[in-house]
Nanobody, 131 residues
Framework: QVQLVESGGGLVQPGGSLRLSCAAS????????IGWFRQAPGNEREGVSC????????YYADSVKGRFTISRDNAKNTVYLQMNTLKPEDTAVYYC????????????????????????WGQGTQVTVSS
């Protein structure tokens, strides 16, 4: 299985920026669709963004559209999540994960990534947005 490690989290003031990294080992990341999820205490794990192996039509949750950008650098075997104009409600543990079926959506009827459709998960990185 592909192994994923997140990094780049930390404490930032509202309006600030962070760039999260998801580094892969064992396999080249371009074989996989990679999703970013987040989970705050007491909340469901939420799909934030997802990028396909062909970089087509990346997914963004409505809450982050216009503020977050997902990208991949195949030479570095890494997927990034650039987070701008951060808000306190962005505070969560952020995880990256590899899709089981090589695509962001397990069903043509889905409109957002589902946790059950992702296999290998990183350990998460904490993002805290607070003044």
């Amino acid at each position: 299985q592909v192994q994923l490690v997140e990094s780049g989290g930390g404490l930032v003031q509202p309006g600030g920026s962070l760039r999260l990294s998801c580094a892969a080992s064992r396999f080249t990341l371009d074989y996989y669709a990679i999703g970013w999820f987040r989970q705050a205490p007491g909340n469901e794990r939420e799909g934030v963004s997802c990028i396909s192996r062909h970089d087509t039509s990346p997914y963004y949750a409505d809450s982050v559209k216009g503020r977050f950008t997902i990208s991949r650098d195949n030479a570095k075997n890494t997927v990034y999540l650039q987070m701008n104009t951060l808000k306190p409600e962005d505070t969560a543990v952020y995880y990256c994960a590899a899709a089981k079926l090589g695509r962001c959506f397990g069903s043509a009827y889905y409109t957002k990534p589902a946790v059950a459709d992702f296999g290998s998960w990183g350990q998460g990185t904490q993002v805290t947005v607070s003044s």
